[in-house]
Every structure is written in structure tokens, then in C-alpha cells.
């Protein structure tokens, strides 16, 4: 369980909670079964990729936010309605929260969401986001990978292991009618934000468990201007130890408030300790 201690510095940060669902392609074929698409099968009304929905929090805070694609039809040259959908709002939306974040998380979204937000910037022609943003996104996915050992990695695994019930189940027809516009798009879409929502509940859960267990996302004294623990923020910190690293000998610190290690301070020359709290 993550300290009381660690939990209220990370409700002083801005941390937030994104998850994305896209949209399918849509193909021709002849037969379902294990086969290979090319680019030629794809249907040419639905070439460019799309995110049908968003759903973002901020840690410590009950609020789910959600944002939906904009659905129209349009006449093409033959008069024929075709259905017409576009992400901008979403990435528009969801960039104004990833602006003042301190810390963006997601489940699997080094490799999905930020990449998947990041293209639909691009074929927008919206604004790149800035390059100190990158440093600050986690993805829980990754942080589970390197430091821990489970049947399986997937949300829905983590959800039920920690009894939230799993993610809620989804069938292809939710992608199929909303994509299509069908006439039960709006129901699905409202099935799909609910699945969306808990999804991001889910994973900030699973990020305060891992979180003690895993690195430590960032450095508490950049935000509280003191050098004390690196986790909480907190400047009851006791000596506990030297050790002696490659060339360097370091002053062990152990936090009094959170009891996790603290960070280490290098032992000058004079014996004397350097004031900077380092990993
Ligand atoms: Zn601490």
C-alpha cells in the first residue's frame, strides 16, 4: 500500500491519468480466419486513423472526464451520404490537460495512446507538443515490466487481481455501429465512455500500488524547494549507512515519515556531505 505520506506529495503534483480507444480499420475480405491484409483490402472511406474517445483524471480527484469524436455526413461528388469523423477535439482537449501536468500516465501508452495522440496531431496540422513534455509521460505497462513479476501485465488482469472486477467486456458491434454511425451509435458510444472511464479509474489504482515497488516517477524536492526525501518531499530524514559506489562514497538517508529510502548525499573530499538529495 503507498504511504500516507507519498500520497499527499503526489496530490500536490499534477498528476494525470489518460486512456484512449481508437478507432478499427475496416477491410475487405474473403473469408474471416487467420490471413494476411494488405493496404489495398482497406476501405478507402475509413483510410485515415482515427481516436473514437478519450477519458482523462488527476490523481486523488473522483472526476473522469471524457471527450468524444464529431460525427457528420457528408455528400461526396455523386451525392452519396458518407459518414465523416474527426479526433481534433479530443487531442485539442485532452493537450490543454497534458499542458499543466506535471506527470501524464497511461497503461500501455509509451507504445499506444502518446504515440496515437501525437499522429492525429500530425494529420491535424495541431500544435507538436513540446519536447519536456515526453520526459514527463509514464506508462504503468513499462513500470510493471521492469521491476515486477505477474501472470500477466494487462490492466484487466491488475484490475481484478486488486478486486475493481476486471475491465468491462466490449464486443466488436460497440467499434462497428459507432464507427458506422448505425443507429444505436449513441448507446454504444455511452457503453464505450463507461468502459473508457473505468479503464483510467482502474490504472491510477493500479499505479499507487506499483508505485512503492517500481522507480520513483520523480523528484519530491523539486516541487517542495527543500532537499529532503525523495519520495514525499519530507525533511525528516535520518542517516542510515555509507556506501561506496564506483568512485564515490554516499551517506545513506531514510525517511522518517514515509520509512522508505530517501535518496543518498555524497560524502565530499572534507568529509562533509553535498546538500544534493541524489537517486
Ligand atoms: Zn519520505
Same mark, same amino acid.
Given at each position: 500500500?503507498?504511504?500516507? =505520506?507519498?500520497?499527499?506529495? /503526489?496530490?500536490? $503534483?499534477?498528476? $494525470? ?5 481508437? !478507432? ?5 475480405? @474473403? ?22 474517445? !478519450? ?45 499543466? !501536468? ?11 495512446? @502518446? ?10 496540422? *495541431?500544435?507538436? *507538443?513540446?519536447?519536456? &513534455? ?6 504503468? *505497462?513499462? +513500470? +510493471?515490466?521492469?521491476?515486477? #513479476?505477474?501472470?500477466?501485465?494487462? $490492466? ?7 478486486? *475493481?472486477?476486471?475491465? /468491462? ?9 459507432? %464507427? ?8 454504444? +458510444?455511452?457503453?464505450? &465512455? %463507461? #468502459? ?11 499505479? /499507487? ?40 562514497? #554516499? ?7 514515509? =520509512?522508505?529510502? !530517501?535518496?543518498?548525499?555524497?560524502? $565530499? ?11
Amino acid at each position: 500500500m503507498i504511504d500516507p =505520506h507519498v500520497l499527499k506529495f /503526489l496530490k500536490t $503534483l499534477k498528476i $494525470l491519468f489518460i486512456d484512449i480507444e481508437t !478507432a478499427p480499420n475496416f477491410y475487405a475480405s @474473403f473469408r474471416p480466419g487467420k490471413q494476411h491484409i494488405t493496404i489495398e483490402q482497406l476501405h478507402p472511406d475509413f483510410l485515415e486513423p482515427q481516436i473514437i474517445c !478519450a477519458a482523462w483524471k488527476w490523481l486523488g480527484r473522483p472526476t473522469v472526464y471524457t471527450e468524444t469524436w464529431e460525427t457528420k455526413w457528408q455528400k461526396d461528388h455523386r451525392g452519396h451520404h458518407k459518414v465523416i469523423h474527426d479526433s481534433t477535439r479530443i487531442v485539442q482537449q485532452l493537450d490543454k490537460m497534458v499542458e499543466q !501536468a506535471d506527470i501524464i500516465i497511461g497503461q500501455n501508452a509509451k507504445s499506444f495512446d @502518446f504515440k496515437w495522440l501525437n499522429t492525429v496531431r500530425m494529420l491535424k496540422d *495541431l500544435p507538436p *507538443l513540446p519536447n519536456w &513534455l515526453t520526459i514527463t509521460q509514464r506508462d504503468t *505497462l513499462e +513500470m +510493471m515490466k521492469k521491476h515486477l #513479476y505477474l501472470p500477466s501485465n494487462k $490492466l484487466d488482469y491488475i484490475s481484478r487481481l486488486l478486486g *475493481l472486477g476486471g475491465k /468491462l467486456p466490449t464486443r466488436w458491434e460497440h467499434w462497428i455501429s459507432i %464507427t458506422l454511425d448505425r443507429d444505436d451509435a449513441q448507446e454504444r +458510444m455511452k457503453e464505450m &465512455l %463507461t #468502459y473508457n472511464k473505468k479503464d483510467v479509474k482502474d490504472n491510477e489504482a493500479q499505479f /499507487l500500488k506499483i508505485l512503492p515497488y517500481c522507480e520513483m516517477t520523480v523528484n519530491a524536492n523539486l516541487w517542495t524547494g527543500f532537499e529532503g526525501c525523495r519520495q514525499c518531499g519530507s525533511t525528516n530524514v535520518a542517516r542510515n549507512g555509507i556506501r561506496h559506489m564506483g568512485e564515490a562514497s #554516499y551517506q545513506q538517508l531514510q525517511c522518517r515519515d514515509c =520509512h522508505g529510502y !530517501a535518496g543518498r548525499v555524497r560524502i $565530499l573530499k572534507d568529509g562533509k556531505t553535498s546538500t544534493r538529495v541524489m537517486k
